[in-house]
């Protein structure tokens, strides 16, 4: 029997993803998959999994389970978290950016998140649900994918995909840095023509910040209202993840991952894909400007980031036992008693 | 190769269109602007053509009114490179031929399940059983998909039930709800917000993430809404949740 995940908290937004659901937006399919697509990889190399394994995203605050049917490796990346395991009365926390071996009944949860508002957490072998147009990742709104098509919710018990992980735990030496330097890259386009000079110079010159009136979807920036030479409205067309649409109002949204495939609303610019992950990672409250780039150079900027992540994934190590006691010594405080060893092989 | 029209370059995609930047691993071939059956016609010819050329790093196309987006792997290729290749592509004669099918969608109008009847007849002057007759006497055609899964842009309407969208959009629309707005008409798959105007309903599904393909409806496909009374509209809501529900088809040409 395999092992299940037990969800006591769901958290405020929990939803299996994986790297998207590719080829049906010519049916109105949206792509969805992980905000973050660099911390799902990572989350999954720490687990020992395939890149595009379906894995738990978690928004703000993670899940709360118990693990049952089978011992189970967990592995958190995206976000600075403290993951709480507790078994037979004995709670040991441990951080993010590594994997950690919880045996069969013990419960484990996520606190807040830390440094981004869209962590990955991933379970060795993968989240069990079937896959839907060759994705296992959650539509919301399609209400398809992932479990049910929905988050998480108390009392759901998700499957993790059988087999026993070979090996010791593995981390990340140096994880990505997370702080974020207010600025993402853009292509402008492809309806840049629809604003006057002056709404062009306003997005490309001056500060936006992170609405409340952000999610899976997109995110509403509030800031200077772009001026439009005719009006919002276009011939509805095509739409890129990291599209930036602006309607009527003159305030941008940045599309992310679930933003629908076609729309009226004339696009200024699209977000580059190698700042998107940290477009995923964006709070309410943050503050950005935005940098206008070539394609040329934004292609180029991809393959910076591809690079960079092989090298992170080339670099996970076995846990170091010094590790270990660095860890009790700095989480001490949290401990109720005793301390259950990372990677026992129970 | 046999090039023997008149003018051979006219039809190929670099003097039909122009390519517009979409970030670094999208772009977009526009062929022109507003909503018109050749357009339309020339961005399937062109998604089509593109599929055949089979060219490596393109993730998938959309079509839309009057352009194609194309999503390709910076990983893989360049927006450069794949420009260069697609300029040369022959899209032929943009023809638009009659639909080779037409679907029938039955419709309860007005009532709860068109609760804007009642003011598109007011706005358009029209009484209530005009606007169902006019709306349904139209052959409309596919010619987009999307914005949700199983949602088809149905044009065009006849000019006089042309009404702007909603100034406030509804935050639930119900799936099956039946909508106009500006030249377009459409179904709701699902519940959603929406700010078209809703006139009827249908119990029709027009999106299964089991089949292949999904939807119902393909681009170019003809479609047709025929008036149905509440106890019809009942019994074939029952038969789509039984799943034996067979959707109507007239002959198309």
Known sequence: ????????????????????????????????????????????????????????ECRLIGPSFTVEGGPVRLAIAGAEAAIEVTREGETRS?????????????????????????????????????????????????????????????????????GTPAGPCLELPRPPSLAFDGVLRVVLGPQDD?????????????????????????????????????????????????????????????????????????????????????????????????????????????RALEREVVSLIASLTPVRAAAEIDLAALYAANLISGVVTACDPE | MVATSPVPDDNRLGRLARFLSVG????????????????????HRAAARILEAALPGITETVPSFRSLLVHYDPLVTSAAVLQQAMEGLDLGEAVVSAP????????????????DLEEVARATG?????????????????????????????????????LPRLATPRVRVPPGSVAIAQRMTGVYPVESPGGWRLIGNTPLRFFDHAAAPPTLFAPGDGVRFRPAAAGEHAAIAEAVARGDYRPEQEAGR
């Open chain 1, 1 to 56: 029997m395999s092992a299940r995940l037990l969800v006591t908290q769901p958290g405020p937004q929990t939803t299996v993803q994986d790297l998207g659901r590719t080829g049906a937006q010519a049916y109105g399919v949206p792509v969805c998959g992980a905000l973050d697509g660099v911390a799902l990889r990572l989350a999954n190399a720490l687990a020992g999994n395939e890149p595009n394994a379906a894995a738990l």
């Open chain 1, 94 to 162: 441990y951080p993010a950016w590594r994997a950690i071996d919880v045996p069969e009944g013990a419960s484990v949860r996520i606190g807040a998140l830390r440094g981004s508002g869209a962590a990955v957490l991933a379970v060795a072998g993968g989240i069990d649900v079937p896959a839907v147009l060759g994705s296992r990742a959650t539509d919301l709104k399609g209400g398809f994918g992932g479990l049910d098509g929905r988050a998480l919710k108390a009392g759901d018990r998700v499957a993790v995909v059988a």
């Open chain 1, 194 to 302: 629809s604003f006057t000079e002056e709404g062009l110079a306003a997005f490309l010159g001056t500060a936006y910040r992170v609405s409340r009136e952000a999610d899976r979807m997109g995110i509403r920036l509030d800031g200077a209202p772009l001026a439009f030479r005719a009006g919002a409205d276009i011939t509805s067309d095509g739409i890129a993840t990291g599209a930036i649409q602006v309607p009527g109002s003159g305030l941008p949204i940045v599309l992310l991952a679930d933003h629908q495939t076609v729309g009226g609303y004339a696009k200024i610019a699209t977000v580059i894909s190698a700042d998107l992950p940290r477009a995923g990672r964006l709070l309410p409250g943050a503050e950005l400007r935005f940098k206008a780039v070539g394609v040329g150079e934004a292609e180029e900027a991809r």
């Open chain 2, 24 to 43: 670094d691993t999208a772009f977009a071939i526009e062929f022109g602007t507003g909503i018109d059956p050749v357009l339309n016609a020339r961005v």
């Open chain 2, 100 to 115: 080779e099918r037409v679907w029938v969608i039955p419709t309860l109008y007005g009532g709860t399940a068109g609760p």
């Open chain 2, 126 to 162: 029209l009484a209530p059983e005009e606007v169902v007759a006019r709306h349904a006497g139209t052959l409309y055609r596919v010619y987009v998909q999307g914005f949700l899964p199983g949602f088809a842009y149905l044009g065009v309407l006849p000019p006089e039930l042309e």
